[in-house]
C-alpha cells in the first residue's frame, strides 16, 4: 500500500518489462497526477505508461500521454481497480493488441471526462479505449481517429467486452450506438494540429459549446488551488477556465476567448484567461511586436494572430507577422 502524488511531473523514454513503463501501483496504493507528460514510456507487456493493480485508485487530471506503448494499454492499463480521469490528452499512443490509450481490465470504475483520444491505435481492438468487464462510462470526451489495424469507426475509438459502457456528450467517431447515447456528434472535431499532438480545437469546431457542465468532474485535486474539492472541474488542461459560455467544449481543452471579438484587441492578458479591454492602443502593437514571429506551441496562446480569415471560420496562420500589425493598426481605437 502507498499514496504516490505526481504533480506537474515529466517522465519521457523510460522502459519496463512486465508492467507499467513509467509508474506501476499495485495492492491498494492511491496515484494523483496532476498535470505533467508522459511521453514515449515502452511496457513489453501492459500499461506504456501506467499501470494500476489490484484495488488501487488513480485520479489523472491535466496530463498528456504522447506516444507511448505497451502490448496491452498502450498509456494506461488499470486491473481491478480504479480509474478516473479528467482534462487528459491521449495522443500516438500504441498497444500492440489491446487499448491504445486505455484498457480497463475489469476496473471498478473508469470515468473518462473532458478527455482527448485521438491518433492512439491498437493491432486488436480499441484503439483508443477497450473495456473488459469495467463500469465504465466517458463524458464531455472525443474519441477520434483513433485506429485499429488502421481502420477507423465506433469500435476502433471505444470496444467493450463482458461490459456496457455509458458515453454522453462526447464526440465519437462513427458515432456511439450503445448506453446513454445523449448528446452525441461524429462529425470531424477540427483539432489544431493532430499531427504535432496539437489536440486544441479550432473556433468552427462543433465541439464548441457540446458538452454538458452537469457532468463535469469534481475538483477533487483542486486545480485551481481555491481548497474548494466539491465543486466541478473549473480549469481544463491548459488551467484555463473551464465554462466560458452556457456549455462546456468537448475534450481537454475549451476554445480560448481571444478577447472581444474585436480585430487587433490582443492585450492585455487578463487574469480570467481572456485577452484584450475593448480598445485597440499602442499596448495591441507592442504585444504583436513582441511576439513576432511563430506562435508557441501548446500549451501558450497566440491571442495576437489574427490574420487571415481562413475558410473554415477560423482565423490566423500559426504566426505572428506584418499582416497580424497591419490588422491592429486598421482597427485603431474603440471596438464597435
Not at 150 to 160: D, E
Not at 201 to 224: H, K
Amino acid at each position: 500500500e502507498s499514496d504516490v502524488i505526481l504533480d506537474a511531473c515529466n517522465f519521457a523514454m523510460n522502459h519496463a518489462t512486465t508492467a507499467g513503463g513509467a509508474v506501476f501501483l499495485q495492492t491498494k496504493a492511491d496515484l494523483v497526477v496532476r498535470g505533467g507528460r508522459f511521453l514515449k514510456n515502452l511496457c513489453d507487456l501492459e500499461g506504456g505508461a501506467i499501470h494500476l493493480d489490484t484495488e488501487s485508485t488513480g485520479t489523472l487530471a491535466n496530463a498528456r500521454f504522447i506516444g507511448n506503448q505497451a502490448a496491452e494499454g498502450g498509456a494506461v492499463y488499470v486491473e481491478a481497480s480504479s480509474l478516473v480521469v479528467t482534462n487528459t490528452v491521449f495522443v500516438k499512443n500504441v498497444a500492440t493488441t489491446l487499448g491504445g490509450g486505455v484498457h480497463a481490465f475489469f476496473a471498478t470504475t473508469c470515468r473518462i471526462a473532458s478527455t482527448s483520444m485521438s491518433l492512439n491505435s491498437a493491432g486488436v481492438g480499441g484503439g483508443g479505449i477497450f473495456d473488459t468487464g469495467s463500469d465504465t462510462v466517458v463524458s464531455n470526451s472525443i474519441l477520434y481517429k483513433n485506429t485499429v489495424g488502421g481502420t477507423t469507426g465506433t469500435t476502433a475509438q471505444l470496444l467493450s467486452l463482458a461490459s456496457m459502457p455509458v458515453v454522453n456528450f462526447s464526440c465519437v467517431q462513427g458515432g456511439w450506438p450503445g448506453l446513454g447515447g445523449a448528446g452525441i456528434i461524429s462529425a470531424d472535431p477540427l483539432f489544431t494540429n493532430p499531427a504535432a499532438n496539437n489536440l486544441h480545437l479550432m473556433p468552427a469546431s462543433p465541439c464548441v459549446d457540446a458538452g454538458a457542465a452537469a457532468l463535469r468532474e469534481p475538483d477533487t485535486l483542486d486545480l485551481d488551488d481555491d481548497n474548494d474539492l466539491a465543486e466541478p472541474t473549473p480549469v481544463d488542461c491548459d488551467f484555463a477556465p473551464r465554462l466560458l459560455a452556457a456549455e462546456v467544449d468537448l475534450g481537454a481543452y475549451e476554445v480560448a476567448s481571444y478577447g472581444t471579438g474585436c480585430v487587433g484587441d490582443c492585450a492585455p492578458a487578463n487574469i480570467d484567461g481572456t485577452f484584450g479591454n475593448g480598445v485597440v492602443n499602442i499596448d495591441d502593437i507592442l504585444m504583436t511586436l513582441n511576439d513576432f514571429g511563430p506562435c508557441p506551441m501548446p500549451p501558450a496562446v497566440c491571442p495576437c494572430d489574427s490574420s487571415p480569415i481562413n475558410a473554415n471560420g477560423t482565423v490566423g496562420n500559426g504566426s505572428i507577422n506584418i499582416d497580424d500589425l497591419f490588422d491592429v493598426i486598421n482597427s485603431f481605437g474603440v471596438c464597435p
